[in-house]
């Protein structure tokens, strides 16, 4: 766990670093820092300590037993996706018949990802992935040397971060951001000697806002097996205070289709991550887009097929259904010497995956009443650059895009809000389940948005400037 004071910096090379970033000229603004120096430093008694969610791939993930690094440092020891030994330790565990909770594998999260290691030709390379936004809300260990930054005791500190196995399923993070904010309210109501009630502000990045949304609602729940809803009992949100998502994709985003059926890397930055490694981890399945917004058409048919219906994924051998990936699910499965075995438990996965997927989509698009008056809902998202809406079925198991609209590369503003006008008949206002206490549109990429200053200065404002009701 990273601790820090929030918000006492914002000069020199962090500052040059977030505007170079955002495509900002920063010596042209005022100085940041100096704006919130003094609202930092009042008493953490006033104002309420904050946890930074990061969202997907945006923790590190390291091997328990050997602490080689799964994802987020490749530029020293670290497991390969295309070595056999090595690819069960980067997928998910897969069995026929066992719930997805109960399929551990040998990895776990080791502190939120603030830059991204690797190496071109015995070049080593870096590039900033968390660590501006980590650092602006105070997270210490983020905090630029020499930036004349303070740090306090543990106990005293104003911001934290909650780091995730991002592979798993969102239900089951859930469960572990309940016992973290648990433990870290008792840890801090210990410290400062006071038994009174404690709330957060909570500033959650991409799929981190999802997780944020289902804590809120569901506590901390599993999904049920059978693929009904969870029980709504908004227990996460008594402790909460102020949840910001920033471009979360709450309708959903085409790339975690396109992530599931291609695979990720093969290039000079990352290994190449196999379709079917991918298939194991129940989070992208999460993120798939939603059947109402027509994210995909198929030539000749009218009605859109659904992104969840496994029937669909067999007749595309898309992902785990694609007969012509057994090389790698020998890599996977060791254990199973026959190849019809093998796809029967891949199958099993499979469907296993889009059943929780469905359940978790259908918990988050009805906001169930009895949401608490004290909780507020912020968003900060992209819509200024071109961003896939709907992809085509070309052939079997082929896609490409054939709609795009606003959002942020990755997120659609539509996708941001849950705007129930996309795939559907214009309106004048925007239709969503959701109410937001803020909205803010932020010119940036998927990750950019982060560090944008309009962000982190809007973000600061809230929660250290915004006039108490």
């Not at 959650?204 to 599993?222: I, K, N, P, T, V």
């Not at 298939?279 to 059947?291: D, E, F, H, V």
């Not at 199958?347 to 296993?352: I, S, V």
């Not at 214009?426 to 239709?431: D, K, L, S």
Request: net charge neutral.
């Amino acid at each position: 766990m990273r601790v820090g004071l929030l918000a006492r910096r914002r000069n020199g090379a962090e500052a040059d670093d977030a505007a170079s970033a955002a495509g900002d000229d920063w010596d042209e603004r005022s100085e940041f820092g100096g704006i919130y120096r003094h609202a930092a430093q009042q008493t953490l008694a006033t104002r309420n300590p904050v946890i930074v969610i990061p969202g997907i791939m945006g923790s590190r993930l390291v091997v328990k037993t050997e602490r080689r690094s799964i994802w987020g440092d490749f530029a020293n020891d670290h497991v390969r996706p295309t070595v056999a030994g090595d690819a069960g330790l980067i997928a998910l565990p897969m069995a026929a018949g066992v719930p997805l909770d109960r399929l551990v594998g040998e990895g776990y999260a080791d502190g939120s990802l603030a830059e991204f290691r690797t190496k071109f030709a015995g070049i080593p390379l870096r590039r900033r992935v968390y660590g501006n936004v980590l650092a602006a809300m105070g997270v210490q260990g983020y905090v630029e040397p020499g930036d004349g930054a303070a740090t306090e005791a543990v106990g005293d500190a104003a911001a934290y971060e909650f780091d995730y196995d991002w592979r798993r399923s969102v239900d089951e993070n859930a469960i572990r951001l309940q016992r973290f904010i648990k433990h870290l309210a008792r840890f801090i109501r210990s410290h400062r000697r006071h038994r009174e009630p404690l709330r957060f502000d909570i500033v959650a990045h991409s799929m981190g806002g999802l997780l944020l949304r289902y804590y809120l609602m569901y506590g901390g729940q599993l999904l049920p097996y059978d693929g009904s809803p969870p029980r709504a009992t908004w227990e996460g949100a008594a402790q909460v205070e102020n949840a910001i998502l920033v471009g979360t994709p709450s309708g959903g985003s085409i790339e975690a289709l396109q992530r599931l059926l291609t695979g990720l890397g093969g290039n000079v930055v990352l290994p190449n991550y196999d379709p079917a490694i991918l298939g194991t981890m129940p989070s992208l399945y999460q993120l798939l887009p939603r059947l109402r917004h027509r994210p995909l058409e198929v030539e000749g048919q009218a009605a859109p097929p659904d992104p969840l219906d496994p029937a669909l994924w067999e007749a595309q051998g898309w992902g785990l259904a694609d007969a012509g990936r057994d090389g790698t699910l020998v890599h996977l499965l060791p254990g199973i010497a026959s190849a019809g075995e093998r796809r029967r438990v891949a199958l099993d996965h499979l469907r296993k995956c889009l059943t929780s997927a469905r359940a978790f989509q259908a918990a988050l698009d009805t906001v169930p009443p009895g949401r608490p008056p004290h909780l507020r809902l912020y968003l900060f998202a992209g819509d200024t650059l071109p961003t896939p809406a709907a992809v085509g079925v070309t052939g079997r198991g082929a896609v490409r895009v054939i709609r795009r609209g606003a959002g942020d590369r990755v997120v659609l503003r539509s996708s941001a809000l849950l705007d129930e006008r996309a795939g559907g008949p214009w309106a004048p206002r925007v239709c969503s389940p959701l109410v937001w206490d803020g909205v803010t549109f932020v010119p940036g990429t998927h990750l950019g948005i982060t560090h944008h200053p309009v962000t982190v200065d809007n973000i600061l404002y809230l929660l250290l400037e915004r006039p108490l009701d």
